[in-house]
């Protein structure tokens, strides 16, 4: 067993584990306040399953229409992202009856899938340009991760 740290929270993590951690952001005054945040930023990291690029984003696409039927104004194009080739996919979409927008970059890094979304409510006053430097910011700190 080794002993890790995750943003304040000690986990004990068994041989042959290997750390797929999700990170979920939101704005700490709508947390304090009570209030369903208008906008989060969620990165989740899995392995690649030997899946390309182009795999990847048809795969996360399908998930996406099962999971909130119709997408509206959906947009994908390929971004240049430090040192891994990316997807952009945007596109409006409602859930329980709230309308809402996602703005997700995936791309492979290593032996990992890397999928960064920003989910805005309706009326979330966050611009484009924002939303894609958020974004952006998510990178892999060092080279390809090995396998534990």
């Known amino acids: 067993m080794a002993r890790r740290i995750f943003n304040g929270l000690e986990v004990e993590i068994p041989e042959g584990w290997r750390d797929y951690s999700s990170i979920v952001l939101a704005p700490q005054e709508d947390a304090t306040t009570g209030q369903l945040p208008t906008i989060n930023l969620v990165v989740k990291r899995r392995p690649a399953s030997g899946r390309e690029g182009g795999t990847l984003v048809s795969t996360y696409l399908d998930y996406l229409a099962r999971s909130f ?25 409602e859930h329980e009856g709230r309308a809402f927008q996602q703005t997700t970059l995936l791309y ?24 894609e430097k958020l974004l952006h910011s998510v990178r892999p700190v060092a080279g390809p991760r090995r396998r534990s």
Do not use: M
């Open 108 to 131: 492979r890094f290593g032996e990992d899938e890397i999928a960064a979304t920003v989910t805005q409510s309706d009326g979330d006053p966050t611009s484009t340009k924002e939303v």
């Open 69 to 93: 039927g119709p997408l509206q104004s959906l947009e994908t194009k390929e971004v240049d992202h430090g040192p891994a080739r990316a997807t952009a996919v945007r596109f409006r979409a």
